[in-house]
């Protein structure tokens, strides 16, 4: 028997607003419900994880979901949440954008499900066949003016200026639910809070136009527990979905950096788990919140949905290096890109291979490293090795006059540690 989408929903605090009538709708048959993408990136980032699980939840419950690529109102721009216009995009790359977009969507949703199987579809491909009068005549002069101007996407946008282009966003959005709802059976809407007012005016344009009934919903925009927008590292960057755009590294970071507020309610958002699992994550971690058993449940789960088992497992044995006494064989493990991903604001020096190989003594090696970076002198150097301070590749080093014999990472690198948490790395140049 397949779960109850709404009260789902609810108990995962997914749930915003929702259209009347629309739970006896989705009760009463396999349902055809859309969310809109945006393809003006050649990836979603993790601000559109919220509407991607709504999709996945409507899925599982038994019906059926459409992800909609917006190829001509990415051509406009949508003026919610914005203070100014976004700059137009070309056809080629708007369709370059959606491919990799379905990429990542397949990772989610099932698109071989028989009757509840999921769609792509891109509203350029109706849009581009439409003629600016006939668009007026047939769908224009259905919505006053005055209707338009009460919605918040654009009063909010009244002070600072709203071109026509973006005034006529909703009409545009309104027309993609109108299309599906005629051609695909489209009967419910879905997206963030912050889209209510573009998907009721496609309700409305279904009712004067169709004389049919459609429905909506909505889920909570995510924010922080202060209030800041979620999806964006410390440095303000999107976390991106693209494994070339945003490493399997820093993505399971974000997640394992969750603060103990938030990871309560991201669980519930972004885990597949059943509610009773969720429950008893919820319940360990207030019992053991150094443990952080939620933000590593997040991180494992998402990072292998989204990258790969293999990729989670790699970013498992670089995370390791700094909380393990025995990681050189980690280190080993690891290539290139994520060691530096690691060791990102970490002082590098580089050296020439020729003064690393006429180093005689570890003395000598560290002597290199002189000017300030990690000693100030070989004095330094050496009683820093006699105190067992210093480790190179995460051995420890106890002999001053010892000959370096170390394997370079990668057959370059030199990781030297100094006390507990100092880090340097050394980089050897042919």
Known sequence: MKKSFIEELKWR????DVMPGTEEQLNKELTTAYIGFDPTAPSL??????????????????????????GATAMIGDPSG?????????????????????????????????????????????????????????????????????KDSVKNRMESGISYTEFTYQLMQGYDFLYLYQHKNCKLQMGGSDQWGNITTGTELIRRIAGGEAFALTTPLITKADGTKFGKSEGGENIWLDPNMTSPYK???FWINVSDEDAERLIKVFSLKGREEIESLIEQHRQAPHLRVLQNTLAEELTERIHSRADLEKVQAATEIFFKKD????????????????????????????????????????????????????????????????????????????????ELLQGQYLLVQQGKKKYFLIRVND
């Open 13 to 16: 605090g997914m749930l915003h």
């Open 45 to 70: 980032h993790i601000g559109n994880l919220a509407t991607i699980m709504l999709l996945k939840h409507f899925q599982l419950a038994g019906h059926k979901p459409i992800a909609l690529v917006g």
């Open 327 to 406: 990681a050189v064989e980690a280190l080993n493990r690891i290539d290139e890109q994520t060691l530096l991903e690691i060791l990102e604001g970490v002082p590098q020096v580089s050296i020439s291979r020729g003064e690393y190989d006429a180093c005689e003594t570890m003395t000598d090696l560290l002597s290199i490293l002189t000017q300030g970076v990690i000693f100030k002198s070989k004095s330094e150097a050496r009683k820093a090795i006699q105190a067992n301070s210093v480790s190179v590749n995460k051995e420890k080093v106890t002999d001053p006059q010892a000959k370096p014999q170390f």
């Open 251 to 253: 993505f399971y970071q």
């Open 82 to 150: 914005k203070s100014a216009e976004r700059t137009f995009l070309s056809e080629e790359t708007i369709r370059y954008n959606e491919q990799c977009i379905q990429q990542q969507l397949a990772k989610f949703l099932d698109f071989d499900a028989g009757k509840s199987s999921a769609e792509l579809l891109n509203n350029y491909d109706w849009f581009k066949e439409i003629g600016f009068l006939q668009f007026l005549r047939e769908v224009g002069k259905h919505i006053t003016v005055n209707y338009m101007m009460a």
